[in-house]
C-alpha cells in the first residue's frame, strides 16, 4: 500500500502521468485508489495533435494498470519520510512472508 | 422530518470526523500547506467514477478503441455501462462515427475514461476531418498491421533484455 | 383545518401537504407512475417545468400566482414591488440562498425553505376546509369543485412565459443561482462556474456520507405498486397518491377528511424513471399541447448534472412525518438518514454544487460571462456596446445549446443510484480494511506501515488531526462500524436493524475473507477453466514484475564475482546494510517511544512491571542501534579502508541519522561518537574529499550537497552535546585532532572548521563562565599553542578560494574563535597571517550592493573585533 499512501499525498498537485501507449497528459491529481487508478482534473494532452480523440476532454479517469510514469512535483515529495515508509512497508513485507 | 434524523447525531459518532464546516467548504478551503487528512473513501474507484456519472465520456479501451457515451453506471473494478455510445474510429487524417448503442465494458479493458467538455466536443481539430466509415476503416486496418508489425520487433528485442511487455503482450493504442 | 388560500399558495412545493391542493397533472410524472423497464425512450412530454412552482418566500405571499403578469419584464421596470408577477421575483430561492450561502454553500438546507407552515396545521380542524374552499363537507353537499383548484392547468397555460422569465432570470443573476439549486435550472448552470474549483469530491469530506447500504429497490419499480384510490376511510391511511386525491377532490367533491393525514406517501417514493412513463393527461391537463411542453421542458429541463435524483427526491424527505403509520420500511430508512448523508436529499434537489461544475464547465479560458460585464439586467444588454452585445449573445447561444446537450444526456441519469455508488464505495472500504490487514490483526503498528507515509505527511504538511496514529486501515475499519451503529443504533425503528445485520455480516465476511486469504498459498495468476482470460493476482500491494532479468548460467557468460569471503565492515553493501539495521533499530525505537506506558504509580505492581519491560525493551533496541553503529569497532591505524562508522557517514542516509540516534541515546554513547568523528576528521568523505582545488571556485554539485548535509544535519546535534560538555572533554578532543589528524587538512574545510570553531568557542565559555580550572586552563593553554603553531602556516589557505566566491563566513568565524582565546602575541601573528585577506575583503565590498558589502564587512568585523579591532579603523 506504499504507493497507495504515497500517492494520496499529491492530491491538488499537478502532476504529469505518461501511459503505456505513450500518451502524457498534465492535470491535477485529485484521488487515487488502490488500484493506482488516478482521476485527473482540468488536463492538458501534450502532444495533442496525435491524439485528437481527446481534444474535447477535460477531466480523466486513468486506469492504474496503463500508467507508465508519474511525474511529481518534487518539492511535494518528504523524501526522508518515504525512505522510512518503504522501511516500514519491506518490514511488513517480510513480516507477512514468515 | 428528514430534519429530525440530523438531531439523531450517533451518540458515538466517528472518531475521525472533522469539522462540519469540511462538508460545506470542502478541500478547497483546506490550508494549502499541505494535503488534509482526507477520508479514505474519498481514496476509492467509487470516488472517482462518482462524478463522471451521468456524463458524456471519451473510452479508450485497450485495443484502441475510443468510445464516446453517457456513463450510466460502474463498479469497484471500473466495470462500466454506457448509452448512446457511438464508436470514433481514427485512421491517419480521417475518422468516422459508428453508432453502437449501450455497451457493458470489461474494466480490466478501459484504458482511460475522459469527461467530455460539452462546450468543445463539437470542436473537432483541425488536424482530423470527418470521412465515410469504410473508407477510415481500410485505412485503419492498414495502420494497424504495420503497428503491429513494429510492435511484435520491439517486443522481441525488449524481452531478450529482460523487459516483460508492459501489457501482457497485448499492444496498447 | 383552517387554511387561508394565500397561506396555501406560500406553500407549495415546501409543505408536502399542500401537495393535495395540486391537480394531478401538477405533479411531476414521476410521482405518478413507475416503470420497470431500465433504458425505456424519453417521453413524449413532461409537466412544465415543476421546479418553478417549488416555493414561494412568504415576505412575497401577495403576489398574484394565477394571474401571470404577461407584460415583457421591461415594461414592468419600476413598478410598485407589489404588481410584479410572481415570476418576477427573479429565483424564489435566491433569498434563502444568499442567506444560506453565508455558512453554506453546498445546498439549500430544507429547514431554511421550509416555513413551517405545514406544521401548523391542524388535522383535526379539517372540518374547516369546507369552509375554506367551499367543500360539500358535512353533509351540505354544495356541487364539485371543478376546477377551481386546478393550479397546475391554470399554470401550465403560461408555461412559456414562465420558463422565459427563468432564463432571463438565470441570465440575470449568474452568481445567485448556485445556491439556488433547488430551482434546477439549466440556465442555473452559468452559475455554476463560479464554484467550479470544487473538486467534486467535496461530500467525500464528510466522514459520514456513506449512508445506507439499502438498494433502491423503488427505482426497478417492483417494491410498491401503485395505490388504489381510497375507498373508505379505513383504507385511506394505506397508500394514496396524490394524482389520487386530487382526482377525488376534483370530481368528488369533498366528501371526507382522510385526506390530510394519507399525503402521499406515494410521493415520499423517488422515482428515477420519470422520463419514462406514459403519461396520461389528466382532466385539467389537454389545455397545453405537448409540444409546448415539450419546448418547455427542454428549456426547462432537467437540472444540469443533475447526477442521480431529479426534483423527484425533495418530496421524499419533506414527505410524512415519521408518526405516518403504513409508511414504507426502506422509506423510513431513508428518511431518518442524516441529511448529510443524502447526497441528493431535500438539500441537494438540484445537483449537489460540487457535483454540478463537472457537468457545466464555463467556457475553459473564460470568466463565467466570457470576460463581459455582468448582466444583471436585460436593459443593460441596450447599453452594451455592439462587439460586447456580441459576445454576450454568443455566450448565451453556446449556453443554450450546453444546456441542451445536457437536457438530451440527462434522459436516463439515476440509473444508478446514490445507494448503488454508496454500496461500492463501502466494498471499496472493506477492501481497503482487508488489505490493511487489521481486522484479524492485532498489531496495530504494522497497520500504520500500510499507510505510514500518507498519515504521517498529512501529520507533517496538513491540518492537525485527532487521532494522528490511527491507521487508514483503522479508520476505514472504525468508520464502516459506526456507521453501522449510526444506521442501526436506533432500536425502535424496525427498518434500521437490517441495515445493522446487514453490517455485521459484511464485517464477518470480511474477517472470514482476511482470514481466507491469510490461509491460502498465493499464486500469481490462475486460469480458470471457460474464463476469458487469466486472472491476474497482481495488485496495489504486489504488482506485476516488469522486469524478468535470468541470471545467466554458470556454464555460459561471465559470473558475477564472486563474494570475497572476508566480507571488509567497509565495503559498500555492508555500510548500507549497517544503514539500514540502524534505521530499522531507530524506526522501532520511535514506535517504543509512542507505546511509552504511563509513568506508574507507587505500589503498582503491575504498571511498575510493564514499564520495567518497556525499558528493557528499550535498552535491547539501543543495543541494537548502537551495535549496528560500529562506532565502537576497532580503529586501525593506518588502514586503507575508513572506520565503519566514517563510512556510514560518508552516505547521505548515514548523516541524516545522526540528529535522530542523538535524540536515542545517552550522553555516553554522543561523546563516543564525538570523539569517533574528531579522531577521524581527516578521513570523513566532506574533509577528506572537500580539499579545495587550486583553479576550481567550486566542489561538485554532489559534494556541496554533502557539505550542505552534514552541516545541517550532523553538525546541529554534535554541537548540542559540544555545548554541554564538560572542559575537560573538550580539551581532550582538541587533543585528539592535534595528534590524531592533519589539521591542515582538516582547517581547509568547512566541516573541519566547524568542529574546531565549535571546540575553541565552548572553552572560551567556560573559562568566561569562570568554570575552567588553574590546571585545566593551563591544560587548554597547552593544546591551543600547538593547535595555533601548526595552523599559523596555513592560515591564508583556509579561505574558499578567491575573494569573489562567496560564503567565507565560517572561516571568519573559525578566525574569531581563535583570536578571542589567543595571547596578544598569538593575535599580532594572526592579524599578520590574514590581513590580506581583510584588506581584499574591504575593498571588496565597496564595489558591492550595500546589503551585501555590509553582509561581508560584519562577518569580517566578527574576527577583528575577536582581537580588539574594527574594520572602521581600516577606514
Sequence with gaps: MLFFSFFKTLTNQTVTIELKNDIRIRGILKSV????????????????DKYPHLSSVKNMFIRGSVVRYVILPRSEVDVGLLEDATRREAANQAGKAR | ???????????????????????????????????????PQMFTTAAQLLDLTDKKLVLVLRDGRKLIGVLRSWDQFANLVLQDTVERIYAGKLYA????????????????LGE??????DEIPTSVTKAPFEEVFELKKKEDSQRKAGDKKRHRELSALGFEPEHSGEILF | MHLSIVHFEYSIGVDPRAWRFLPEAARP??????SPKLLPPPPPNRPPTFAHLTFLPSAKGSMSFFGFDTNLPRDRQGGPAASRGFFENPDPFAEVARASALEDDDAIDFEDTYDGLGDQLDDDQDAFNDDTFGGGGGGTDTGPVGKDFDFFGKTA???????????????????????AGQSAQPAAAPAATATTKRSGYEKYSDPGFIPDLQAKSSVWGISQKKPEPIPTQAQARKMMSLEEVEAQM?????????VPQSISQHMAEPSYMRHHQDITLPDGFPTIPPEVLRAQLERGGPPPGMPHPPPGMPELHAGPPPGIQGMPPHLMMQGNLPPQNLPQGPRHAGPPPNQRPQQIPPPTTRGPNGGLPVITDPQQLVHLTEEQRNAYLVEDAKRAKRNHKIFLLSRGNGLMTPQDKNFITRIQLQQLVAAAGNVADSDPEAVLAEDFYYQVYSQIRGAPRQHPHQPLGHFAQTYLLQTGNRVGGHGNRRAFQSADNHMQRMQQQVQRAVEAAKAKPKNKQLIIEGSLGKISFSNAKAPKPMLNIKRPDSSEGPRPKKLQSDLSLSDRKSILTNIERVYSALMSMEDMERTMPPPPEEGDAEAIQEHMEWRQKVHALNQKLWHSLKVMEPIVPNSTTPHPFIAFLSYPKGKKAIPRIFRHIDQEQRVTILTMIVVHLDSLDVVRLAQPVPGEAQFSVAMREAIDLFSLAVMPSLLGYVNEAPFNIIIGLLGLVIAQTHVQTVARTKVGLGILTMLLSRAEIVKEAGQ?????????VEKFNVLFDTLEPALADIFPGSINSGDDMYVWQFLAAVGIGASPEQQQRLVIAVKDRVMETVAYSKTLPAEMSSQRLGNVNLFMRAIGLDVELLG
Design chain 3, 157 to 179: 397555460t403560461v408555461a412559456d412565459a414562465i420558463g422565459e422569465e427563468q432564463i432571463r432570470y438565470s441570465l440575470q443573476h449568474p452568481q445567485a443561482a448556485p445556491a
Design chain 2, 1 to 39: 422530518m428528514e430534519r429530525l434524523s440530523l438531531n439523531e447525531n450517533p451518540p458515538n459518532a466517528p472518531q475521525q470526523r472533522q469539522p462540519q464546516q469540511q462538508n460545506t467548504l470542502g478541500p478547497a478551503s483546506q490550508p494549502t500547506s499541505g494535503p488534509p487528512q482526507l477520508p
Design chain 1, 33 to 48: 485508489d488502490q488500484y493506482l487508478n488516478i482521476k485527473l482534473d482540468d488536463i492538458e494532452v501534450l502532444d495533442l
Design chain 2, 116 to 121: 467530455v467538455d460539452l462546450d468543445r466536443e
Design chain 3, 29 to 34: 410524472a414521476e410521482l405518478r407512475s413507475r
Design chain 2, 97 to 112: 462515427d459508428v453508432p453502437r448503442g449501450i455497451f457493458l465494458v470489461r474494466g480490466e479493458n478501459v484504458l482511460l
Design chain 3, 772 to 780: 575552567a580550572s588553574e590546571r585545566d586552563w593551563q591544560q587548554w
Design chain 3, 250 to 258: 376534483r370530481n368528488q367533491g369533498y366528501q371526507s377528511s382522510p
